[in-house]
């Protein structure tokens, strides 16, 4: 049975920094593409970023480029997005999921595993 936990959420302020963590179990992600959404109130889940694990490519949405960088630890089996200059819009629940097909896309309907997320509060 496949489980991802994200950790790593929190209260911070604008301008400040957090580095979210997804911890698999029962999966590698060798063949993956593993993603991060987020989900504000009264929002649709949208993409953040999205790394394809076996070649390391990655992608972000044009809202987080430049201020969030998404890396894999291969021997730990962890995804981490490093989230910089964050601003008061970033605020929302943080979700990992796995799209096991690779291709690392930006559809939601595309991910088959998903955690249960971690908030992310960014004050003003």
């Known amino acids: 049975q496949v489980q991802l936990v994200e950790s790593g959420g929190g209260l911070v302020q604008a301008g400040g920094s957090l580095r979210l963590a997804c911890l698999a179990s029962?999966?590698?992600?060798?063949?993956?593409?593993v993603g991060w959404f987020r989900q504000a109130p009264g929002k649709e889940r949208e993409f953040v970023s999205a790394i394809v694990w076996s070649r390391g490519i990655t992608y972000y949405a044009a809202s987080v480029k430049g201020r969030f960088a998404i890396s894999r630890d291969n021997a730990k089996n962890m995804v981490y997005l490093q989230m910089n200059s964050l601003k008061p819009e970033d605020t929302a629940v943080y979700y990992c999921?796995?799209?096991?097909?690779?291709?690392?896309?930006?559809?939601?309907?595309?991910?088959?595993?998903w955690g249960q997320g971690t908030q992310v509060t960014v004050s003003s």
């Open positions: 029962g999966r590698t992600f060798s063949s993956d593409a």
């Open positions: 999921a796995v799209d096991p097909s690779g291709s690392a896309t930006t559809r939601r309907y595309d991910y088959g595993y």
